[in-house]
């Protein structure tokens, strides 16, 4: 589904633009039935309290249409949703401004927004957070 970042003079060390369409990724962190979602724990999650973070279908659900509607396509749906879309329609969603970053002095750069997101209101009864994800470096 997903291809190899495409190496380009205007696109180089883009980590997380995963395809030739300048599309980026992000995971939205949603709302469980009961309590708070696992970003507010203090304990890990394990198969004792897996069920106090079970998350509703009609949540996912009404989750996917928001941000399709915004034109963010999910492509993954669990205890998150896994977010893909071009970072101005994030910028517009989100009230953020991607920035290029870097982990490491030598590693790639990677878009990363210049504050916390603004979760709109109309999906603050289902989405705790947006998470944009930072390259992993992986070394022999």
Known sequence: MFTKPIRTKRSRGKANIVNPNRHMMAEAVLKPMQGKSFLHLSEPVSSKNINQFKISNETIKKAKKLFRQSEIEVVQAGMTLTLMG???????LLDVKMIASKAHSEGPEYLIP???PVIPEVMQP???AIVFPKPISIKP
């Open 86 to 92: 071009l970072p101005e329609k994030f910028e517009a």
């Open 126 to 128: 289902f989405v705790d």
């Open 114 to 116: 210049n504050k916390d």
